[in-house]
């Protein structure tokens, strides 16, 4: 769909997130959903991030503490196991790194440039003290 | 309806705060958030006492500020609901931020607006400072001389808010004290006649159609946000006089009792004549009658719609007029009254050679009495008569200490 107009907003400025009707949204997942453009989903916010999250999965217990506290619903969880994180949306706050419970980290943050199987491959080991 | 009517007389006696809380229980208010304030707090018990004896199927959401109230009725609203709130003065204050919120958003929230003075120094009393204060707000500005009008003037509010050509907020003002707390006998509708009149609520875009979820509340910059106040501006300018028009011409249907955009009285021959709002207009009219008594020609002319400002309507009511005066209550606080400037900008591209002059009056609650608008009037004469202002152009009237005049 060709992006909005000046003129073609409706009145009071208000935003469809969908294109049309939709039915049964809680069973779709999101990247299921036919977002309109007018709806976040469809916009990457990703260079608001200046650290971003890396995921380990080898010590994740699947607590879903992440999910929970994510404030832009970036932690992507499936049948209760996180499998990533929504890039488009993480602002890199941290938030999903320090809740995490899991000894070491199973999320940590790093800078933005950082790549991922790197610093996945020298990990942090298990703090002995901190136990 | 799954509640209970209420059986009234053809006459009762109500107060304007009454008044306006019975015609929001007639038109059946679906969400109203409010935070007490006098003198308008009777009019959200109202509701709430209504509500909670079986008269209303709706939620009252108390809150802790006015500020919240008005929050709460943007969310409701948005949701898809019939709202209305009320609040005075100092909670109207408090509600600016929203206020624009709202009407920016084409929510058609009602508001009661229970006018009164603003602090400091603090005062309870009945001036005009907080209609004055949302008048660039968007919103349409209703106003009533009497409990009679607070009560049809909340029912035309909701028919011309809710219109989906319209989508603007309301606000029905009323003078705090004076009108808010004088009962006096009025004709109210029946249930079923003033809910017909209103109508169903039809919702537009309301956040409830799970199956069209849409978004309230965005976020314009440069590129957006001068075509979306354009947009607005465009149809309070074009759409919302007519609206009002066609919706008094339907309430007189039923009801009998005529509104204009602007109330005229004795004006067809008259001279000279004073422009004001509230429950000075009645006072006014009265003391005309009686200069007529006495051979002076004399009218007054009542706003009825603040805003969108019946800007040819006034041309057309003041044309003939030798002497007009702009009665204020509300201090310009560093420039002429509101009313004399509307009344100059509407004038100044005309033939009209009215002399034109300024008064503040009756702040905080001051009394304008029937031997002040005689002193007025006389003035006025002198002024006809002499073919010029004979005094300053900015006047008070029942204020003490040596003669302020200004201009």
């Not at chain 2, 959200?44 to 008005?70: K, N, P, R, W």
Request: contains cysteine.
């Amino acid at each position: 769909m060709a992006k909005k107009g000046w003129d073609e907003f409706e009145i009071g400025a208000m935003l469809r997130t969908f294109d049309g009707k939709i039915d049964d949204i809680a069973a779709t997942r999101q990247e299921d959903r036919a977002y309109s453009q007018n709806s976040s989903y469809t916009a990457s916010v990703a260079d608001w991030r200046l650290i971003k999250p890396i995921f380990n999965k080898d010590y994740c217990i699947d607590c879903q503490f992440c999910w929970v506290y994510c404030p832009d619903v970036s932690i992507i969880s499936r049948d209760k196991k996180l499998i990533g994180v929504d890039m488009d949306h993480c602002k890199g706050c941290g938030i999903c790194v320090e809740v995490c419970p899991t000894n070491p980290k199973s999320l940590l943050m790093f800078p933005e440039q950082a790549d991922e199987e790197t610093e996945i491959a020298s990990w942090p080991k298990k703090d002995e003290e901190e136990a | 309806m799954a509640f209970d009517k209420m059986e009234l007389r053809d006459i009762e006696v109500w107060d304007g705060n009454f008044a306006a809380a019975q015609a929001m229980r007639q038109a059946q208010i679906d969400v109203v958030a409010a935070y007490p304030i006098t003198p308008s707090t009777p009019i959200v018990e109202g509701y709430a006492q209504f509500l909670a004896d079986g008269y209303i199927e709706g939620e009252f959401v108390m809150v802790e500020s006015e500020h919240a109230a008005m929050s709460g009725c943007i969310g409701a609203a948005a949701a898809g609901g019939r709202v209305a709130t009320a609040t005075s003065s100092q909670g109207f204050a408090l509600m600016v931020e929203t206020l624009y919120q709202a009407s920016g958003m084409r929510l058609p929230i009602v508001l009661n607006l229970v006018n009164r003075a603003l602090a400091s120094p603090l005062n309870v009393n009945g001036d005009h400072s907080d209609m004055y204060l949302g008048r660039d707000s968007g919103w349409i500005q209703f106003d009533a001389y009497s409990p009679q009008e607070a009560y049809d003037l909340n029912l035309i509010a909701f028919k011309v808010a809710e219109d989906h050509d319209i989508r603007l907020p309301a606000m029905v003002n009323q003078d705090g004290f004076l009108t808010s707390h004088t009962a006096q006998g009025l004709k109210p509708l029946s249930d079923d006649a003033a809910y017909a009149f209103v109508g169903e609520f039809k919702p537009m875009n309301d956040m409830l159609d799970f199956e069209h979820p849409v978004t309230h509340g965005v976020q314009t910059e440069e590129d957006w946000h001068f075509e979306h106040k354009a947009r607005q501006h465009n149809d309070l300018m074009v759409k919302v006089l007519p609206k009002i028009k066609e919706v008094f011409a339907d309430f007189e249907k039923i009801s009998g009792r005529k509104y204009n955009l602007v109330e005229k009285y004795d004006m067809d021959d008259a001279d000279i004549c004073v422009v004001c709002m509230g429950s000075s207009v009645e006072t006014a009219r009265e003391v005309a009658s009686e200069m007529r008594a006495n051979g002076i020609k004399a009218g007054v002319v009542g706003i009825r719609v603040l805003r969108p400002i019946p800007f040819f309507e006034i041309i057309e009511a003041l044309k003939d007029i030798k002497a007009i005066a702009a009665l204020d209550r509300s201090s310009p606080n560093g420039a002429a009254g509101m009313l004399f400037n509307e009344i100059a900008g509407a004038l100044f591209n005309t033939d009209s050679k009215a002399l034109l002059s300024g008064y503040v009056y009756g702040l905080g609650g001051r009394d304008l009495t029937k031997a002040h608008l005689v002193a007025l009037f006389k003035e006025l004469q002198a002024n006809a008569d002499a073919g010029k202002i004979t005094t300053q152009l900015q006047q008070f009237i029942g204020v003490r200490g040596p003669k302020l005049a200004y201009l």
